[in-house]
């Protein structure tokens, strides 16, 4: 009977290979979530928007505890053979590099989040993210409702003297079932600005 190809037998064991495999689940997660947030994707679980520089400690302290644990129990891991025993350190070099610096970016700005209200048809809102340093602001508006969790930025706008006008309460929003979603920001830089935007985005789901 020939030998069984290293790269097939991952661990000696289904516990021990469901075991790592859920590790680096974790990493790969955090990782998604950090392109994500690149893409200028939001997920909104509910009406809790849940930021990268939330999740992705999160995941990598559990990633951290599974992975000591299966250290503690001696659980096998991948065959030195197998390609997963390169990849695994990519991997997680990748992870651990890239989440950190994405959170603290991304908090960085002093980040704040709203779901605006009232949805539209269908449970489609817009949300809204808003950042300042020093006397500038920024915010991004994503539509939620018709991608599951994830809510794609479909515009933006910046203000001056650092102001976070939607976490302040400065908007309205309206509904057409012809057209959709506008939010109108109020105390936006002007279109004509160059460094402006436009505090009025009109989305649909």
């Given at each position: ?131 300042s340093f020093f006397l500038t602001g920024w915010g991004t508006v994503h539509v939620a409702g018709g991608w599951g969790p994830f809510a794609p930025q479909v515009g933006s706008y910046r203000t001056d003297n650092g102001l976070q006008p ?40």
């Amino acid at each position: 009977m020939s030998a069984p190809d290293p790269d097939l037998v991952v661990v000696a064991s289904p516990w021990a290979r469901r075991t790592w495999v859920a590790a680096y689940a974790l990493l790969l997660l955090a990782l998604v979530w950090v392109l994500l947030s690149w893409a200028g994707v939001l997920v909104v679980v509910g009406s809790t928007v849940v930021p990268v520089w939330a999740a992705g400690p999160v995941l990598l302290f559990a990633w951290a505890v599974v992975r000591i644990g299966l250290s503690v129990f001696r659980v096998p891991g991948p065959s030195p053979e197998s390609w997963w025993r390169w990849l695994l350190p990519t991997v997680t070099a990748c992870a651990w590099v890239l989440v950190p610096l994405t959170a603290a970016a991304s908090g960085f700005g002093g980040t704040s989040y709203v779901v605006v209200e009232p949805a539209g048809s269908g449970g489609c809102r817009a949300v809204v993210a808003e950042s300042s340093f020093f006397l500038t602001g920024w915010g991004t508006v994503h539509v939620a409702g018709g991608w599951g969790p994830f809510a794609p930025q479909v515009g933006s706008y910046r203000t001056d003297n650092g102001l976070q006008p939607v976490s302040a309460g400065s908007y309205g929003v309206s509904w057409d079932d012809r057209f959709g979603g506008l939010l109108n920001v109020g105390g936006t830089l002007p279109d004509g600005d160059p460094d402006g935007g436009s505090g009025l985005v009109v989305f649909d789901c």
